[in-house]
């Protein structure tokens, strides 16, 4: 059974601080990793993707991956209230097309 | 790019009708679509995957006479509640796979089912 897990939060933070969001995966052979945005009652957008063990940059958002400890986080810096929303975790194993989705995490960007 | 079009956004109907939902790839040809559904404060539950040109392949517990999925083009996937009942009440969303390795998903706005 693979699993995605999440904290469900949420997680609060003040507007300006930097927001860190973690997940786990328990599939070894999982190869791509996967941070989707959801507000509520939306659909989910895609945020960032990363394959390789490191960390992945994209303006405000940071992709963390540590393959070896099954780790995947997303840090938002200079986190702003339209930030807060529910943020899902999806992973996928090499020459699979179907995702599996963590419960997600609520964040709170108080002003 | 990678923009993904689903209608319609809201659907109200009555108990027993029947309710085609629509996917669309605007800008890139996608193989492999997906259905999820949604129910309030819930994580999304894949329904099923949709492959251009074949049989979808529904996940355990859901009606494949129920929840009808058609895949005939490349960018275009359809999903048809049939006979639908408040229970079916949800938000549908679709997703849409770029063909190649390791590509995300990119998702359509939803739709919101009401059925009374």
């Known amino acids: 059974q693979k699993e995605v897990e999440q904290n469900s939060g949420p997680l609060s933070v003040p507007e300006g601080a930097i927001a860190s969001l973690n997940c786990t995966y328990s599939?070894?052979?999982?190869?791509?990793f996967f941070w989707y945005r959801q507000y509520s009652g939306k659909s989910p957008e895609l945020i960032m993707f990363?394959?390789?063990?490191g960390d992945k940059e994209d303006g405000r958002f940071t992709a963390q991956l540590n393959k070896a400890s099954q780790y995947v986080s997303l840090l938002i810096r200079d986190s702003q209230p339209s930030d807060s929303a529910t943020y899902l975790c999806?992973?996928?194993?090499?020459?699979?097309?179907?995702?599996?989705f963590g419960k997600g995490t609520m964040l709170l960007v108080s002003p | 790019g990678a923009v993904v079009s689903q209608h319609p956004s809201w659907v109200i109907c009555k108990s027993g009708t029947s309710v085609k939902i629509e996917c669309r790839s605007l800008?890139?040809?996608?193989?492999?679509m997906f259905w999820y559904r949604q129910f309030p404060k819930q994580s999304l539950m894949l329904m099923a995957t949709?492959?251009?040109?074949?049989?979808?392949?529904?996940e355990q517990g859901v009606e494949k006479d129920k929840f009808l999925i058609n895949h005939a083009s490349l960018t275009l996937s359809t999903l048809t509640v049939t006979s639908a009942h408040p229970e079916d009440s949800s938000f549908y969303i679709c997703?849409?796979?770029?063909?190649?390795?390791?590509?995300?998903?990119?998702f359509g706005d939803g739709t919101r089912l009401s059925i009374l």
């Open positions: 997703s849409a796979l770029i063909d190649g390795n390791n590509q995300p998903q990119h």
């Open positions: 599939d070894r052979g999982s190869q791509s």
């Open positions: 990363i394959y390789s063990n």
């Open positions: 999806a992973v996928n194993a090499e020459g699979y097309s179907t995702l599996t």
């Open positions: 800008d890139f040809q996608a193989t492999t």
């Open positions: 949709s492959n251009e040109g074949s049989k979808a392949t529904y």
